[in-house]
C-alpha cells in the first residue's frame, strides 16, 4: 500500500467514515459498501451536471487497490469524463484515511455511466454546459 501525495483535484463529492456495521465476516470493509459509496458519488455530479434526475446504467473497470478499515475517512472525488446525449460517463477515486493519521490512499476507483431521465423515468438530453 503506497502512501500517495496526489489527490484528485477538487473537494470530495462525499465523505464519509467507515463502520463496524459496514464489515464484511472477515471484518473488513465491505466491497459493496464501498461500491454504494462511489454510486452515490457520481449519482451526485451527474445530477448536478445534468439539473436533475439520473440512473446508474453501468459500473465499469472498478479496481480494487487496498482495503478500508473501520474508522476510516474515505473521500470520494468524481471527475466527468464524457458527456453524450443523454448519458454520461464519471470516474470516481475513492481514497482512505486512518482516523489517527494524515496519509491518504487511494483504494479504488470506477467509471460509472448515468442517463439522465425526465419524471417517466424516460431519458433525457443532457443539457449544455453553464
Keep these: 500500500m503506497a502512501t500517495s ?36 458519488a457520481a449519482g451526485n455530479a451527474a445530477a448536478r451536471r445534468a439539473r436533475g434526475r439520473c440512473a446508474t446504467v453501468a459500473a465499469d473497470s472498478m479496481v480494487f487497490h487496498s482495503p478500508v478499515f473501520v474508522g476510516d475517512e474515505v473521500s470520494l472525488y468524481a471527475e466527468i469524463l464524457r458527456v453524450g446525449r443523454t448519458s454520461m460517463n464519471i470516474r470516481i477515486e475513492a481514497w482512505r484515511r486512518s482516523r489517527d493519521g494524515d496519509d491518504c490512499f487511494k483504494v479504488t476507483e470506477a467509471t460509472f455511466t448515468f442517463v439522465a431521465i425526465d419524471e417517466n423515468r424516460l431519458p433525457r438530453p443532457v443539457p449544455a454546459a453553464a
Design 5 to 40: 501525495t496526489s489527490l484528485p483535484s477538487g473537494e470530495p463529492v462525499i465523505r464519509t467514515v467507515a463502520m463496524p456495521a459496514d464489515t464484511n465476516p472477515a471484518g473488513d470493509i465491505f466491497g459493496g459498501w464501498l461500491m454504494a459509496q462511489m454510486d452515490l
